[in-house]
């Protein structure tokens, strides 16, 4: 069982940045993935963000690449979203993901995550 404790998020003009950290408990797994999938209301959660442990190596979706930075602390099996030059339709809820079953095939799909954070939330003002 993971538990994962999201911290982070706020109110941010636009063109400022904003750091999220997730933090994954419970567990030892050689290979996962984890990252963030923000959600807005009404609509599914889409994938933002996701580092691969077997590849040693962060996906994005291509809105924010060059704008968003997914770090690892593997000491603390910690992962950090950095999110900068942010932009109003940034604004979402932003969910924290586990899936301890690696495949580069779904890496990109909410479906196959099987832990979740309790959000928290990003608004960008314009």
């Known amino acids: 069982q993971v538990q994962l404790v999201e911290t982070g998020g706020g109110l941010v003009q636009a063109g400022g940045p904003l750091r999220l950290p997730c933090e994954a408990f419970g567990g030892i797994y050689n290979n996962y993935h984890m990252g963030w999938f923000p959600q807005a209301a009404g609509k599914e959660r889409e994938f933002v963000s996701v580092?691969?442990?077997?590849?040693?190596?962060?996906y994005y979706e291509d809105s924010v690449q060059g704008r968003f930075t997914l770090s690892r602390d593997n000491g603390k099996n910690t992962v950090f979203l950095q999110m900068n030059n942010l932009k109003h339709e940034d604004t979402d809820v932003y969910y924290c993901?586990?899936?301890?079953?690696?495949?580069?095939?779904?890496?990109?799909?909410?479906?196959?995550?099987?832990?979740w954070g309790q959000g928290t939330q990003v608004t960008v003002s314009s």
């Open positions: 580092f691969s442990k077997k590849n040693n190596r962060a």
């Open positions: 993901a586990f899936n301890p079953r690696e495949n580069l095939s779904t890496l990109r799909i909410p479906a196959k995550y099987d832990y």
